[in-house]
Each structure stands twice: as structure tokens, then as C-alpha cells.
């Protein structure tokens, strides 16, 4: 089974937080980055977009790059627990923060406390600050 736990990037340089469903049964992950290269064209992620207007997207750029990093299998064991986990946040997020890290690492991008709801929701209060005449 595949999870996109995160979703996206910032534009290629940061990690959002990822989200819940992979991490919340405890279990162990295979940790993957995959970063895509446009030569011809740098769009932007896509985020948001329907997915028929992202393949449209992505079919009219041209070729693309695809460049797959996989990471060690990560499952956290009572060492992980004790080190990197206070107490105060869900185990989940402790187990996700830590495949942030970890892919971040790997992909050679910053982390980001923004997740894909933030990232979204700051998309249309710019979309809609432009549209409104009355602020």
C-alpha cells in the first residue's frame, strides 16, 4: 500500500507537517522522496488542483524528470520514544515529525510546521484578498 502522508512541498523547499492516516497505527514505514524536475518549465507544485487539470498540466509541460530517494524503513521502537517524544503531543505526530525530518533530510529540503490545510486555506485568503474591493 501506498500513502502520501504530506501530499506536497512548499515549491520544492520545504516538507509540510504530514497528515495523520499513515502514522497513527504505530507501524513501520517505508520513508520515500520523490522530486520532479521540469527542464523546460518550473511550475509551481500544483497543490489543489483538480487532479484532471494537474495531468493536463503536467502532459502540456513537456518531459519530466522523476527522481525517487528511498529511505530506510523507519518504525518507532522504545528508543524513539524515550528520545523524541515529550509526552505532550500524540505518538502519531511524534512518528511523523520524525519522517519529516527524515525525508527532508534525504530530499535536501527545509521542514515546515505548515501542513497542506494551512498551506490551502493561505491560497484563498490571497486569492480572495484580491478579489474583494471593500478592504
Keep these: ?3 502520501f502522508a504530506e501530499g506536497c512541498t512548499t515549491y520544492g523547499t520545504h516538507v509540510i507537517k504530514m497528515k495523520k492516516g499513515a502514522f497513527v497505527t504505530l507501524r513501520k514505514v517505508l520513508p520515500l522522496s520523490n522530486k520532479i524536475t521540469y ?3 518550473c511550475p509551481n507544485d500544483g ?3 483538480p487532479f484532471a487539470k494537474l495531468a493536463a498540466f503536467g502532459l502540456g509541460c ?3 524528470i522523476s527522481t525517487i530517494k528511498e529511505c530506510p524503513v523507519f518504525e518507532p521502537n522504545e528508543y524513539f520514544w524515550k528520545h523524541h517524544w515529550d ?3 500524540e505518538k502519531w505526530e511524534a512518528f511523523a515529525r520524525a519522517v519529516q525530518q ?3 533530510e534525504a530530499s535536501g ?3 515546515s510546521q505548515c501542513s497542506l490545510e494551512d498551506k490551502n486555506e493561505y491560497r ?3 486569492k480572495n484578498k484580491g478579489l474583494k474591493k471593500s478592504e
Excluded: C, Q, S
Design 1 to 3: 500500500m501506498v500513502i
Design 39 to 41: 527542464p523546460y518549465l
Design 47 to 49: 497543490g489543489g488542483l
Design 62 to 64: 513537456g518531459p519530466w
Design 87 to 89: 509526552g505532550k503531543e
Design 102 to 104: 527524515i525525508i527532508a
Design 109 to 111: 529540503l527545509k521542514v
Design 124 to 126: 484563498e485568503i490571497m
